[in-house]
């Protein structure tokens, strides 16, 4: 049996089997229902909580986990109770031991997996490039990852974590159109999707100064209600080139990668910057890309950023889930190659081993 592989995002839990070169098979929300029952109303729900599970990157809710992991490996990919196979998870950058700790330990008492790794996003990301040294801009749901990778291994002087992502433009794109649109009612929900279908990069900072001129479009919300959306849908992908919009005092994105880069060694910069890899649900916004390389021709610094085309033999949309992709690869090395914990190397260290077996 083919290992599994899963990438628990804020947003999307991404899993399925090794299969490299296939998007993977399931991308579900990583969200579950609560649903309070009592004996007063014959069992019938009485009241119906979503949980997120994953917060900012990071499991904060592992009865949630455990329950959403369970559906996902039996139900969604046909383990059976007995006979469980080989699992590599996916870790965001700064991935606290704890965390790490608890999951091993979850996967080999509750689920009684027969193996497992786990390994960093960036370095899975540049896998499903082709490359083993570069840098990743990760930009998901609930965090921004900037990471320095030479020969596979994350350099974490020259990585960093911001506490930005895909549902902070959601906010600030839902406040933006009730300005504008102050008697509709809109729910985060349809904000957000509002937000992946309209929302755009300006060229440049020029280019955004004049978007308060451009079209503005008419949108019939699933009420009946109209929503006018006009500059609101450019000042969303703007705020990751000028954070001051989002109320905080930092650099663009642009920036903060060649600034990361510029704490390691000046003989590494070329190798790191001119391979720069951009991933995660975000970047996919139309125009994204295309401002980030006009940004990164215009640094002043030595070596200026430069993106790496996905290859042509990957899916479509890679960047939405070029770490599991990169998971897929490494699993098709790390199983067969016995370099994986196993549940003997597990009953005898514990949960530890993943900080000896996995890096
Ligand atoms: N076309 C688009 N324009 C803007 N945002 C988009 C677009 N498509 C997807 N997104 C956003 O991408 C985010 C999901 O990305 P991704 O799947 O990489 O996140 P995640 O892995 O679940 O979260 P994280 O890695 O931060 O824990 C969501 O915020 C979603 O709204
Ligand atoms: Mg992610």
Known sequence: MEAVV??????????????????PSLMIPTQMKHVAQDEKSHFLPTEVKTVDPVVRGFVNDWDAIEDLLHHVLYSGLGWEIGNEGQILFTDPLCTPKAIRERLVQMMFETFNISG?????????????????????VDIGHGKTDIAAVIEG?????????????????TKL??????????????????????????????????????TNQCKIEKHILPDGQMIKIGRERYTVGEA???????????????????????????ENHRQLLESTVLCGGTVSMSGFEDRFQKEAN???SAVRPSLVLSPEYMPENLSKYSAWIGGAILAKVVFPQNQHITKGDYDETGPSIVHRKCF
């Open 6 to 23: 899963v990438d628990m995002g804020s947003k999307y839990l991404k899993a399925g089997f090794a299969i490299p070169d296939q998007p």
């Open 153 to 169: 291994a994350v350099q974490h002087i020259a990585s960093k974590r911001f506490e930005i992502g895909g549902i902070d433009l």
């Open 116 to 136: 497992l790794y786990a390994s960093e996003q960036a370095v899975l990301s540049l896998y499903a490039v082709g490359r083993i040294s570069g840098c990743t």
């Open 298 to 300: 215009l640094c002043s």
């Open 173 to 210: 794109f839902a406040q933006e159109l009730l300005k504008a649109n102050p008697k509709v009612n809109l729910d985060i929900a349809e904000a957000e999707r509002l937000k992946e279908k309209y929302s755009r990069c300006a060229e440049d900072e020029i280019a955004y100064e004049k």
């Open 240 to 266: 990751l080139y000028q954070p001051s919009m989002l109320g905080l005092e930092a650099y663009g994105i642009v920036e903060q990668l060649v600034r990361c880069i510029s704490t390691v060694s000046s």
